[in-house]
């Protein structure tokens, strides 16, 4: 008989852990329905595009940037300037004292 009823910490942790796994074996292996575990599963978030987790978390609800995104980030926008940005910077100098 499947088990009903909210999935345990033990399931949840086993569910993270085997993503890779089709969700029928899952279910099989936990002795839980199918739908329950796809459930979970579709809850759970995304793995990186890049193969990294771009962001260190914790069970508190901290969230601190990984030295790999920071690097991805920094060479995002060493080639994604453009004219547009910079034309609407300007310093309070350049306003009030034009050279």
Not at 32 to 50: C, D, F, I, Q
Request: charged content about 30%; hydrophobic content about 25%; glycine content about 6%.
């Amino acid at each position: 008989m499947i088990k009903k009823g909210p999935l345990s910490n033990k399931d949840k942790e086993y569910i993270a852990s085997n993503r890779d796994v089709e969700t029928t074996e899952l279910a099989k292996k936990l002795n839980r329905a199918k739908g329950t575990v796809e459930k979970y599963l579709n809850a759970l978030p995304k793995k990186s595009a890049h193969g990294f987790d771009a962001f260190a978390r914790n069970e508190k609800g901290s969230t601190v940037m990984t030295q790999a995104a920071s690097e991805v980030g920094d060479q995002y926008k060493k080639t994604t300037s453009s004219n547009r940005t910079k034309s609407c910077t300007t310093s309070i100098r350049e306003a009030h004292n034009p050279r």
